[in-house]
């Protein structure tokens, strides 16, 4: 099949001379892959690589990056199989982590195909490493990055049925149409892509023109799905990690040292653990001492009776106040401003804050499975990079990656967790040790102890104001530097090498830069990251570097027109960059009835946010009658991201980042002390509740054109500072530090095993 582009709608279109062509693979039915190539180049996927943006200034997105690492392979994406049922099954490769990709992305197979949506199937792709890096799910990348390739093949598969079906009857192909997975012909025969399943796999056809259906006559895509799964999830049958029942692998639990990354220095007592009633085994791995059990129950107990002599973590010496003065320090003296200021009338805006040390917290807690045996590794988990993981996998096991074989399966949360493939590579080395299949789940406390976390960080902003311009805007973010092992550093860097004007910066530098982005005139703008080591874990969190430094360049906006006299939407309004931003802004002010009279204690708070190739505002009213335990009592969102696929989707995602920006805001803080955060369960780690949360809760998506852009981390920041300038306004108080609410009101899990009262076997089953 052969790509027509002049055929193709303009979003597209950018695709030019590359061909576009589809191939079938061994299969009794029609399964049909893809592959795009430059007219006249050698067949190689670097041939379809795009030439990179430029990364000067504020022009490249990061998405713009991710779309370049996945470049080279973007065609290779999607293999499409027609069953003879008519059923279409569609492996995704991308990570299913909650955000709806196995919704939406059928969406868009189901629009170009003409199927009905309840027909696909999509369960996740196992690790492909010959995707290189394009099998990554982050950055809200995945939408943005999908949604042509997914189109394509599709739009082949649909072509290649619709020649079989011309062939058989003798029509030219122009004259059939498709409904409902069902072509007709204009005499009145029909037949379902099902029975045709089988011919068009061995039918030899021609080169067949791709066409994608112009968005205009899009009938699915842009309306309102439930998420295919939700029934599955909300009855308990969807199935997770922890839920497997792998042939052999029975429940493990690590017992991990008292600190962060301490060691293992000798255990006492194996022998004896061993011979406790369920245990089947015990060894001792880097990260510490596992015990394999008949029942997790079981295993528990036997982490707990272990007697272990532990070696000092990496941070034993560090606690909140020690990591604060090194950030601060980080900073240092400010120097010049960027710009010459005039000799008189120039004010200046100081402001510094400070961000505590945030748990990932999914309701999933990390969980793997493996199973070693015979110089091969077969794992199964929720992880978003599954070809790192099968590359850790094999280094840590020393075995070809060729032997390891890496299942992904549906996760119960990430926000970024599961990036990191630490679970993963301890379910193997464990069951490496013990030579017997295992199950690995880590305790709540374990989670939140020992697995990753959102760095501390300290900011301080400068803005040079005369008049009602704004000169110079500086801001300096000091943070304990974000962990990019996962894989997704390694891809950053060879991304790099396609942005000239990167240069030699580090590869956090460059996702710093591709992703902060001041939506303002503000004259010289300066914004400088200044990372410091301290050796604990850390990871990127939902939004990673754009909740804290674009949060708090919206609480700056909010304090400028305060020292203004103006209002804070008009000084929005007065600095944005264009019409798409301040129609966003609009419409939350006209549906939130911005300056409407409150009651004592209460007031609106206003922020904005432009990030992932979307614009979003959110107006929000808090009660803070009660300074110390303030409620947001209702929301206002709206958002444009482009064409929006699921609009069901998008309001979710808006509802979660509103979520956790009131979490960072107001309670969902670590403390950390003598080496461990003291925080050890949901009861502790006060992360928004329900009691938290607005009931009254109104999100606006806009009809966007063109390509979708990015939904999943961007409502973080911008509802962060929302609530914060809320609280200032119905307060009179400034907050320095995040959260509001950070004291400890609760009695600490001591380090060591896990907490409370020893676990009894689980009732049998009947």
């Known amino acids: 099949m052969v790509f027509d582009p002049t055929k193709e709608s303009s979003s597209a279109s950018a695709i030019g001379r590359r061909r576009f062509l589809s191939y079938l693979l061994a299969a009794p039915t029609l399964t049909v892959a893809t592959e795009i190539l430059l007219d006249g180049a050698a067949d190689t996927a670097e041939a379809a690589v795009p030439s990179p943006p430029q990364l000067i200034g504020e022009t490249v997105d990061l998405q713009d990056v991710i779309n ?34 196995t919704t939406s992305v059928p969406m868009l197979i189901a629009e170009e195909m003409d199927i009905p949506l309840a ?75 099902g029975s045709l399943a089988v011919a068009a796999a061995k039918a030899k056809l021609p080169d067949l023109p791709v066409r994608l259906k ?28 922890q839920d497997l029942n792998v042939a052999g692998a029975k429940p493990c639990v690590v017992r991990r040292p008292p600190t962060i990354n301490g060691t293992v220095k000798k255990v006492h007592n194996a022998e004896a653990v061993k011979q406790m009633p369920g ?24 982490v707990n009776a272990l007697d272990v002599t532990w070696g000092p973590g990496t941070v034993d010496d560090e606690s909140d106040e020690t990591v604060r003065r090194k950030l601060r320090a980080a900073v240092g003296p400010l120097g010049d401003p960027p710009v010459k200021l005039p000799a008189a009338g120039v004010e200046t805006l100081e402001m510094e804050f400070d961000f505590a040390f945030l748990s990932h917290a999914p309701l999933e807690t990390n969980a793997a ?122 891809a950053l860097t060879t991304a790099a090498s396609k942005f000239p004007a990167v240069g030699n910066e580090s590869v956090s530098q460059l996702m710093f830069r591709a992703m902060v982005h001041c939506p303002y005139n503000f004259g010289a703008v300066a914004t400088h990251l200044h990372e410091v080591s301290i050796p604990l874990n850390t990871g990127s969190w939902r939004s990673v570097f754009s909740l804290n430094v674009r949060g708090v360049e919206e609480i700056a906006v909010d304090e400028l027109a305060r020292r203004l006299g103006k209002d804070a939407v008009q000084v929005r309004r007065d600095f944005l960059k264009d019409d798409r931003q301040r129609a966003i802004l609009d419409k939350v002010v ?3 009835e911005w300056g409407k009279a409150m009651p004592e204690g209460f007031a609106q708070g206003i922020a904005f946010h432009d990030e992932m190739k979307g614009v979003m505002a959110v107006l929000v009213e808090i009660d803070a009658r009660d300074p110390q335990h303030p409620r947001v009592v209702k929301a206002v969102m709206a958002v444009d ?77 911008v509802a962060f500072a929302a609530v914060v300038n809320a609280y200032r306004r119905a307060t009179g108080i400034m907050p320095t530090r995040f959260p509001i609410d950070n004291e400890l009101d609760y009695e600490p899990y001591p380090p060591g095993p896990v907490p409370g009262p020893p676990m009894r076997p689980l009732p049998a089953r009947n």
């Open 214 to 241: 112009p968005e205009s006559e899009f009938k699915l895509v842009g309306g309102r799905v439930g998420r295919l799964d939700a029934r599955r999830i909300v009855t308990g049958s969807n199935t997770y990690t």
């Open 641 to 717: 991201v482009g064409r929006p696929i699921n609009v069901s989707g998008i309001e979710a995602q808006a509802l979660g980042g509103l979520t956790d920006g009131i979490s960072v805001a107001l309670r969902g803080g670590l403390h950390l002390r003598d080496g461990y955060f003291l925080e050890g369960s949901y009861h502790n780690f006060h992360y928004a509740r329900q009691k938290n949360t607005p009931t009254d809760v109104q999100i606006f998506v806009q009809p966007g054109e063109g390509e979708p852009g990015g939904m999943g981390e961007f409502a973080v920041p």
């Open 369 to 490: 499975v493996a199973d070693v045996r015979d110089g091969r590794a077969e794992v199964w988990a929720a992880v978003q990079i599954p070809t790192s993981t099968q590359e850790n996998v094999a280094r840590e096991l020393g075995i070809p990656q060729t032997s390891v074989t890496v299942h992904v399966m549906p996760s119960g949360g990430s926000f970024g967790r599961r990036l990191f493939n630490d679970a993963a590579v301890e379910a193997a080395l464990i069951s490496q040790a013990m030579r017997k299949p295992v199950k690995l789940i880590w305790h709540r406390t374990d989670d939140i102890r020992h697995g990753r976390v959102h760095p501390a960080k300290h900011h301080k902003v400068r803005m040079h104001h005369s008049g009602d311009q704004v000169l110079s805007y500086e801001h300096w973010n000091a943070a304990v530097d974000t962990s990019l092992e996962h894989g997704f550093g390694d």
């Open 119 to 193: 027909n696909i199937t999509m369960p996740l792709a196992d690790a492909r490493p010959e995707l290189l890096y394009g099998q990554l799910t982050g950055g809200s990348s995945s939408i943005t990055s999908l949604y042509r390739p997914a189109r394509l093949a599709a739009a082949a598969a649909r072509a290649r049925l619709v020649a079989t079906a011309a062939n058989s009857w003798g029509v030219p192909g122009d004259r059939l149409t498709v409904s409902d997975g069902v072509i007709h012909a204009p005499d009145g025969r029909s037949a379902t892509f």
């Open 279 to 302: 245990i089947v085994d015990v060894a001792t791995i880097p990260t510490g001492v596992a015990v394999l059990a008949e029942t997790f129950a079981f295993a528990v107990d036997g």
């Open 68 to 101: 370049v690492i996945g470049a080279p392979t973007s065609a290779l994406l999607f293999q499409i199989t027609v069953n003879e049922d008519n059923t279409v099954t569609v492996p995704l490769p991308r990570a299913e982590v909650g955000q709806g990709l």
């Open 590 to 592: 006209e549906e939130g």
